[in-house]
T-cell receptor, first 116, second 115 residues
């Protein structure tokens, strides 16, 4: 079945550095991908919608200059957390719509980011 | 008030029990209703997906939607220890294809099924 792959699965970085997270659709083309964030014992919150070939759309309260999203191809979207701070430590999960039908939305396995 | 309310539990049941999980919502624009299962440190896995009010059954899982009451439920029959996970309800409004991806999630209910 359709699979969304996310890399890395976990990353530790120092405050002030930047971290890039990749989200790939493995067997379908995804013109639209979504980035969610999940804090411990809390639900998933949509951060932004990633559109292939155009700018991402950010949800209210999400800093676009801090969370850079690039969707350069139909199978890859990247999220870069710039100048990371400890409060950015979270579980970041991407998802993609399979236009071929079936399950409407597929999620990656997430990236656990820890900023020290 | 949150748009989607879900009791976080935790909920602990014996193997074989029927589990009932529920969510209420306030936004009448929500038209698509989903239940996801999430194991620790993993992404959500879609269990059930419904559009209209009523029941939908898939194996041991039954999803119910009552739009008039803004209330959805997931029932798990003959629960197994492998069902132990966090269960998340999610909803989206009818606004075109990409609306499937703009989901509003409940907080999730932690379920433990003990042998």
């Amino acid at each position: 079945g359709a699979v969304v792959s996310q890399h890395p699965s976990w990353v530790i970085c120092k405050s002030g550095t930047s971290v890039k997270i990749e989200c790939r659709s493995l067997d379908f083309q995804a013109t639209t991908m979504f980035w969610y964030r999940q804090f411990p014992k809390q639900s998933l919150m949509l951060m932004a919608t990633s559109n292939e070939g155009s700018k991402a759309t950010y949800e209210q309260g999400v800093e676009k200059d801090k969370f850079l999203i690039n969707h350069a191809s139909l199978t890859l979207s990247t999220l870069t957390v710039t100048s990371a701070h400890p409060e950015d430590s979270s579980f970041y999960i991407c998802s993609a719509i399979n236009p071929g039908g079936g399950s409407p939305l597929h999620f990656g396995n997430g990236t656990r980011l820890t900023v020290t | 008030q949150k748009e989607v309310e879900q009791d976080p539990g935790p909920l602990s049941v014996p193997e074989g029990a029927i589990v009932s999980l529920n969510c209420t919502y306030s936004n009448s624009a929500f038209q698509y209703f989903m239940w996801y299962r999430q194991y620790s440190r993993k992404g959500p896995e879609l269990l059930m997906y419904t559009y209209s009010s009523g029941n939908k059954e898939d194996g041991r899982f039954t999803a119910q939607v009552d739009k008039s009451s803004k209330y959805i439920s997931l029932f798990i029959r003959d629960s197994q220890p492998s069902d132990s996970a966090t269960y998340l309800c999610a909803m989206s409004a009818l606004a075109g294809g990409t609306s499937y991806g703009k989901l509003t999630f409940g907080q999730g209910t932690i379920l433990t099924v003990h042998p």
